[in-house]
Nanobody, 124 residues
Framework: QVQLAESGGGLVQAGGSLRLSCVVS????????MGWFRQAPGKEREFVAA????????YHADSVKGRFTISRDNAKNTVYLPMNNLKPEDTAVYYC?????????????????WGQGTQVTVSS
């Protein structure tokens, strides 16, 4: 059983920074691609960023390019999402997810395992 646990969310002013972390249980973490998604109130879940199993490939949504950078540490079974220059429109629940496919995807249907989410609120 694979379990994911996000942390690092909170309340921050516009222009501020947060770093999300997601710890994954299980010995197969290094074979999974990992992704971050978010869902704002009244909106559909949307892709934020993804990283391949090795960390060699990363993908970011246009809305976060240059501000968010996904990374991973396979020795710690952890994926990170540092978020800089946060904007009120970044307010959402952020979810990490694991994709056994290994290469990373922006499609939430490709991910088999999901965390419970962490709230990020950016005030103006």
């Amino acid at each position: 059983q694979v379990q994911l646990a996000e942390s690092g969310g909170g309340l921050v002013q516009a222009g501020g920074s947060l770093r999300l972390s997601c710890v994954v249980s299980g010995r197969t973490f290094s074979s999974y691609a990992m992704g971050w998604f978010r869902q704002a109130p009244g909106k559909e879940r949307e892709f934020v960023a993804a990283i391949s199993w090795s960390g060699g490939r990363t993908y970011h949504a246009d809305s976060v390019k240059g501000r968010f950078t996904i990374s991973r540490d396979n020795a710690k079974n952890t994926v990170y999402l540092p978020m800089n220059n946060l904007k009120p429109e970044d307010t959402a629940v952020y979810y990490c997810a694991a994709d056994p496919g290994g290469w990373g995807s922006s499609r939430d249907g490709d991910y088999d395992y999901w965390g419970q989410g962490t709230q990020v609120t950016v005030s103006s």
